[in-house]
T-cell receptor, first 112, second 114 residues
Framework: GEDVEQSLFLSVREGDSSVINCTYT??????LYWYKQEPGAGLQLLTY?????DMKQDQRLTVLLNKKDKHLSLRIADTQTGDSAIYFC????????????FGRGTSLIVHP | DGGITQSPKYLFRKEGQNVTLSCEQN?????MYWYRQDPGQGLRLIYY???????QKGDIAEGYSVSREKKESFPLTVTSAQKNPTAFYLC?????????????FGNGTRLTVT
């Protein structure tokens, strides 16, 4: 079945780059999403990538997809304290339910 | 502005009482969802609805009930049968049955039952 795995915590210094990693199991055509959740709020869609792409860049965000290893990463350049949040990876797969499968979320802590 | 509204933001109830959480969307989305979030456990799907007057159980439906009488509304009732109801509840919606159908979330309701 589908499974999405993320590490639970990441701590970085302000101004450094953050890299949040995710692995998924389904190898069919897939959309992969990154969501951000600030404390006490809902999830906000940050970006997504389709499985026929290797990379997508949007301002400070870069998504890299390694289809062979089923590995997705989100890189945040010049990380700011406002980037402190929980980041969720999610996968939506052709041929299955259209409901995305979510990882458990990675808590990003940015130190001044 | 289009979006999803959950109310109230905080809800307090005594054990043994049923409570209903509101979720309204004006995005014209066909599908709506309820998730429960507990610390360290990510999101767990309670119920979802693909179309008006139809809904399906998710992974943890026991002790919950829903209705979908209108496209815009998907209220969740937490019944007294739910053994551990204190949690953060998130409602979401999406276009529906297409591959790229990202979920749009409300800001959540924090339910505390004592």
């Amino acid at each position: 079945g589908e499974d999405v795995e993320q590490s639970l915590f990441l701590s970085v210094r302000e101004g450094d780059s953050s890299v949040i990693n995710c692995t998924y199991t389904d190898s069919s055509s897939t959309y992969l999403y990154w969501y951000k959740q600030e404390p006490g709020a809902g999830l906000q869609l940050l970006t997504y990538i389709f499985s026929n792409m290797d990379m997508k860049q949007d301002q400070r965000l870069t998504v890299l997809l390694n289809k062979k290893d089923k590995h997705l990463s989100l890189r945040i350049a010049d990380t700011q304290t406002g980037d402190s949040a929980i980041y969720f990876c999610a996968e939506s797969t052709a041929g299955g339910s259209y409901i995305p499968t979510f990882g458990r979320g990675t808590s990003l802590i940015v130190h001044p | 502005d289009g979006g999803i509204t959950q109310s109230p933001k905080y809800l307090f109830r005594k054990e043994g009482q049923n409570v209903t959480l509101s979720c309204e969307q004006n995005l014209n989305h066909d599908a709506m969802y309820w998730y429960r979030q507990d610390p360290g456990q990510g999101l767990r799907l309670i119920y979802y609805s693909q179309i008006v007057n139809d809904f399906q159980k998710g992974d943890i439906a026991e002790g919950y009930s829903v209705s979908r009488e209108k496209k815009e509304s998907f209220p969740l009732t937490v019944t007294s049968a739910q053994k551990n109801p204190t949690a953060f509840y998130l409602c979401a919606s999406s276009i529906g049955d297409i591959l790229n159908s990202p979920l749009h979330f409300g800001n959540g309701t924090r339910l505390t039952v004592t």
